[in-house]
């Protein structure tokens, strides 16, 4: 099990890391730095599952991440990261598109190419 803290990143030459941006209707709800391991279960993941009844003393949401119908993970996360997951939300890799350097969480939209960054909001 991971925790909003155990998978935050945090700059190591040896263990490499990954932004990954949340994205529903075009919009990047939300963006995280992730640990590249746990990054690439989300980016792989068909399907989040809410699991939070199992875990009461939570103080937010548990999910399970499933990758072809096997928990691959589970994730106690806030109330916001784990509504959004359970949105079934596209789920992209920050340095594999155009902007996407720039992109910050409300501040950006997708196009299904590459990342619009919002000014003057």
């Known amino acids: 099990m ?7 990143y945090i700059y190591s030459p040896e263990i490499p890391g ?3 941006a949340f994205v ?3 919009e990047v709800l939300y963006t ?5 391991t746990f990054g690439q279960k989300l980016l792989d993941a068909t ?3 809410d699991v939070s009844s199992e875990y009461i003393e939570h103080n937010g ?4 991440i499933l990758i072809d119908d096997q928990v691959v993970e589970t994730w106690q996360t806030t109330e916001y990261a784990g509504s959004i997951l ?5 789920i992209l890799d920050l340095s594999k598109y155009e902007n996407g350097g720039h992109v910050e969480d409300l501040k950006a939209s997708f196009d299904g190419v590459k990342f619009i960054i919002k000014t003057g909001e």
């Open 32 to 36: 995280a730095p992730v640990w590249a």
């Open 61 to 64: 949401m548990t999910i399970e």
């Open 24 to 26: 529903i209707d075009g």
């Open 2 to 8: 991971v925790t909003d803290a155990s998978i935050d």
């Open 86 to 90: 359970l949105s079934n939300p596209l």
């Open 47 to 49: 399907e989040f599952r």
């Open 18 to 20: 990954i932004a990954v």
